[in-house]
């Protein structure tokens, strides 16, 4: 690795190869990171979901609502 520090730029081409793979490095590094956390954001998200559609279900269920009324009724306004 290289003594350089700071971001300064590096005078030889050697040690301009090495920043540049080192600050390569570090953008992959922060994007995997990103790309994890959108990731893990996007399942929790989906895990909401879930439990809201099992919530509303037996919401449904105590009101004594068919869940079959309730698909035609959202399919026959998506249709206007």
């Known amino acids: 690795m290289s003594d350089n520090q700071g971001g ?5 081409t050697q040690e301009l190869t090495v920043f540049v ?6 953008m992959q590094k922060r994007f995997q990171d ?3 956390t ?3 954001r996007i ?5 909401r979901i879930d439990d809201l559609e099992k ?6 269920q105590q009101a004594g609502i068919p869940e079959e009324q309730l698909k035609d009724d959202s399919n026959s306004n998506e249709n206007k």
């Not at 300064?8 to 030889?12: I, R």
């Not at 793979?21 to 570090?26: E, F, G, I």
């Not at 399942?43 to 895990?47: A, P, S, V, Y």
């Not at 919530?55 to 449904?60: P, R, V």
Request: without cysteine; aromatic residues 0%.
């Open 8 to 12: 300064v730029p590096p005078q030889g």
């Open 21 to 26: 793979q080192n600050l390569l490095h570090q």
């Open 34 to 36: 990103m790309s994890d």
């Open 38 to 40: 959108i990731i893990k």
């Open 43 to 47: 399942d929790e998200m989906g895990t």
């Open 55 to 60: 919530s509303i279900g037996e919401l449904m």
